[in-house]
C-alpha cells in the first residue's frame, strides 16, 4: 500500500504508510507507549537506566507541543499485521555545545525487536523529511557501547563525528556524535 492509499489518512493519523509499517504521530494516549519503553531497565541500559513516569509525562507533553507548532515528529510505528505499536521514531529540536539542532532518537519493544524494524522506520522517516525539506541536517547521539543504534546510523548514511559527553535526561553518557545533511 502506497501512502495515497492509506485509508488513515483521511482523518490525519497516518502520516506515512511506506511498505511493511506505517508511521503515525503520536498523541496524548501513546504516552502509556512511552512509559512501557522508558521504565524498562532492559530498554533503558544504554540511556543511563529507566526514568520516572511523572519525568515521560512530561517530556512527552513537550513532545506533543512542539509538533503541534511542526517542530518535533514523534512517530509511533506500527508494523503492518499489528493493531499495536512497535515502537517510535521522532525528530526533535535538542541542544548540543550550545546549539539547537535537531536530533533524531529510536525505540523499538523487545518483541519486535531485530527484524529490521528501526533500520527501515529511521530510512522512511529521513525520506520523509527530505522530500518534505525539513530539519536539513539531523544528528543522533547513540552511547558508544550502543550496537544496534550505532549499526542503523551507520546504514543510513550518518557520518560519524566524534564521540563526545551528552546529557540525556539529567545523565551523562558517553555517545557518537553522527550526523546527516538531508538536503
Ligand atoms: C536500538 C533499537 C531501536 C534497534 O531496534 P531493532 O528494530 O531491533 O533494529 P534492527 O532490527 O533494525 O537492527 C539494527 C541493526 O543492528 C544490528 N545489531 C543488532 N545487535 C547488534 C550489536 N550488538 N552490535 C552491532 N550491531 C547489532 C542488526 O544486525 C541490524 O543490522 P543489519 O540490518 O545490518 O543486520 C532497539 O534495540 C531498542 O529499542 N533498544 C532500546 C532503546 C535504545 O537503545 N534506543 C536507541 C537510543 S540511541
Redesign the pocket.
Known sequence: MTARECPARTNGTCVYHPDGMKLEMMTEEDVELRIR?ETDP??????GGPRSREDIERAHARSLALAAEGECWPLKVIPDGSTSP??EVAIFPSSHDGETVYEI?????PE?????????AVREVLEKARAERKFGQVH????VT???????CE?NGFTNLRECEVEFAGRRLRCNHWRIYLF
Open positions: 519503553e532492559g530498554m533503558m541500559a544504554e540511556l512497535a515502537g532518537g529510536w525505540m523499538i519493544l519486535f525487536q531485530n527484524r529490521g524494524i528501526a533500520s527501515q543522533a547521539f547513540p552511547a550502543n550496537g544496534p543504534s550505532n549499526k542503523i546504514k
